[in-house]
C-alpha cells in the first residue's frame, strides 16, 4: 500500500467512525436517563453503577471515572465478579447504567436479575445497538446507539459500536454536569494533582 493510499484509508475511516456518530438516534430517552440519575443520585444519595463485559465494560469503566470526577457519584461493577460477592457493593438507591451491543450478554442479563433479587426496585439505563432484544425488555430506559456497521476489516471486533458507547456516556456526563450546575471549584476539589487540578484551581480562583 501505498503512502496516498494509506492516508486515504485512514480518511475513510475516520469517515466512517464520524458518520456512525452523527446517526446515534436522539430522543426522549436522554432526558428520561438524566432525570432518573439525578433523582436516584442527586436527590436519593445513590450512586451509578455501570457495567458491561468485554469492550463494553471497559467504556463502562471509563463513564464511571469520569462521572465520579465531575460530580455524579459512581463505580464500575464486573458482572462476573459480582456473582462472587462482589454484588454487595450495590445499595438501595443506586442505580445500573448497562452497556450491551447485542441487548443480550448473559453476564448483565444476569446481573440484572441478581440485583433486582437484592434490590427489587433499582431502575436500569441501558446503551445498546439491539433496542429489540432481551435486556431493553427490562431495562427503565433505553440509549440506542443507532447500530453503526464495525469499521474493522472483518466487521466483528468492537470498534465503532464502542465509539458510540464512549459518545453517549459523554453526552450523560455533560448533561449531568449542567444540570448539577457543577463548577470549576467543584472540578477542583476533585483533581489535586496535574495539569487538569491546576487549571482548574486557577480558573476557580479567578471568578
Known amino acids: 500500500m501505498s503512502s496516498e493510499s494509506l492516508l486515504d484509508e485512514v480518511r475513510k475511516l475516520l469517515l466512517h467512525e464520524s458518520e456512525a456518530v452523527k446517526n446515534i438516534p436522539v430522543n426522549d430517552s436522554y432526558e428520561k436517563a438524566l432525570n432518573l440519575i439525578y433523582k436516584k443520585v442527586h436527590i436519593e444519595g445513590g450512586r451509578i453503577i455501570t457495567s458491561g463485559m468485554g469492550k463494553a465494560g471497559q467504556i463502562a469503566d471509563n463513564i464511571a471515572t469520569t462521572l465520579s470526577s465531575t460530580g455524579t457519584p459512581a463505580l464500575f461493577l464486573h458482572p462476573s465478579e459480582a456473582q462472587h460477592g462482589d454484588l454487595g457493593v450495590i445499595r438501595e438507591h443506586d442505580i ?17 436479575n441478581l440485583t433486582h433479587n437484592l434490590y427489587a426496585g433499582i431502575p436500569v439505563i441501558l446503551i445498546t445497538g439491539n433496542p429489540r432484544s432481551d435486556l431493553p425488555a427490562i431495562a427503565d430506559v433505553t440509549i440506542y446507539t443507532g447500530n453503526p456497521k464495525e469499521v ?20 450523560l456526563v455533560v448533561l449531568l454536569m449542567k444540570k ?28
Open 96 to 112: 445500573l447504567l448497562l452497556i450491551s451491543n447485542s441487548g443480550k450478554t448473559r453476564e448483565i442479563i444476569e446481573l440484572v
Open 152 to 171: 474493522c476489516a472483518l466487521g466483528l471486533t468492537p470498534t465503532t459500536s464502542t465509539t458510540t458507547m464512549t459518545v453517549i456516556g459523554d453526552i
Open 180 to 207: 448539577i450546575g457543577f463548577t470549576y471549584s467543584d472540578y477542583a476539589k476533585r483533581h489535586h494533582g496535574g495539569y487538569l487540578g491546576d487549571v482548574s484551581r486557577k480558573e476557580a480562583n479567578s471568578k
